[in-house]
T-cell receptor, first 112, second 113 residues
Framework: AQSVTQLDSQVPVFEEAPVELRCNYS??????LFWYVQYPNQGLQLLLK??????LVESINGFEAEFNKSQTSFHLRKPSVHISDTAEYFC??????????FGTGTRLQVFP | NAGVMQNPRHLVRRRGQEARLRCSPM?????VYWYRQLPEEGLKFMVY????????ESGMPKERFSAEFPKEGPSILRIQQVVRGDSAAYFC???????????FGPGTRLTVL
C-alpha cells in the first residue's frame, strides 16, 4: 500500500525567504506525485506534478519540486516566498487511474 | 469552461437527518472522485465513479454512505442518518482520464448538530 508523509505540520517563514516543504512517500511500485495548494475555505488547486521524464518540475508561480527515487521524496521548494503563498500544501501520490493518497498537509505561514 | 461545481457549499443537518451533496464535473469529464477532509487532517479518498459505475469504493464507510454518478446529472454523495462524526468538508474532483489530471471543486462543508 502507498502512503505519504509530510514531516512538518507548520512552516513559518518571513517574506522573501526561501522555503522547503518536505514530502516522503512509500510505495513498492512506480507512482505519480503531486503537490496541491489549498487556500482558506477553498478547494484544492494543482500546483505541480511528476508523471515521468525530468525529475525537476516547476509551477508557474515559482515553486519547484524534485522527484528523488532513491530517497522516495518529492520536496517542494521556493527561493523567495510572498505573503500570498500563505496556504495549506498537500503532497499526494497515485499509482494509476484511481485514487490519490494525500499527506496530512503543511501549513505555510508567511510573515511580513 | 466552468470548473467543478459542488452544492451546497455549506450544509447543516441535525443528527439522524439525511445529507445529499452534489458534484457537477467539468465538461467532458467522465471520472468523479469524492474525498473527505476532517478538521486538521488531509483528504481521504472515499469513492471513484465513472458514468453509471462505481469503480472503487474502498474508502466509503460500510453503512449510511452511498454514491452515484448517473448518465445524466450530477454525482451525488448521500449520507443517511448523519452523526456528529460526519462533520467534515467533502470534496469532489473530476478528470477526463484518471488522477493525473484531477480537478477539485470548492467543497461542501457539512456540519451536524
Amino acid at each position: 500500500a502507498q502512503s505519504v508523509t509530510q514531516l512538518d505540520s507548520q512552516v513559518p517563514v518571513f517574506e522573501e525567504a526561501p522555503v522547503e516543504l518536505r514530502c516522503n512517500y512509500s510505495s513498492s511500485v512506480s507512482v505519480y506525485l503531486f503537490w496541491y495548494v489549498q487556500y482558506p475555505n477553498q478547494g484544492l488547486q494543482l500546483l505541480l506534478k511528476y508523471l515521468s521524464g525530468s525529475t525537476l518540475v516547476e509551477s508557474i508561480n515559482g515553486f519547484e519540486a524534485e522527484f528523488n527515487k532513491s530517497q522516495t521524496s518529492f520536496h517542494l521548494r521556493k527561493p523567495s516566498v510572498h505573503i500570498s503563498d500563505t496556504a495549506e500544501y498537500f503532497c499526494a501520490v497515485s499509482v494509476g487511474p484511481d485514487k490519490l493518497i494525500f499527506g496530512t498537509g503543511t501549513r505555510l505561514q508567511v510573515f511580513p | 469552461n466552468a470548473g467543478v461545481m459542488q452544492n451546497p457549499r455549506h450544509l447543516v443537518r441535525r443528527r439522524g437527518q439525511e445529507a445529499r451533496l452534489r458534484c457537477s464535473p467539468m465538461k467532458g469529464h467522465s471520472h468523479v472522485y469524492w474525498y473527505r477532509q476532517l478538521p486538521e487532517e488531509g483528504l481521504k479518498f472515499m469513492v471513484y465513479l465513472q458514468k453509471e459505475n462505481i469503480i472503487d469504493e474502498s474508502g466509503m464507510p460500510k453503512e449510511r454512505f452511498s454514491a452515484e454518478f448517473p448518465k445524466e446529472g450530477p454525482s451525488i454523495l448521500r449520507i443517511q442518518q448523519v452523526v456528529r462524526g460526519d462533520s467534515a468538508a467533502y470534496f469532489c474532483a473530476s478528470s477526463p482520464r484518471g488522477p493525473d489530471t484531477q480537478y477539485f471543486g470548492p467543497g461542501t462543508r457539512l456540519t451536524v448538530l
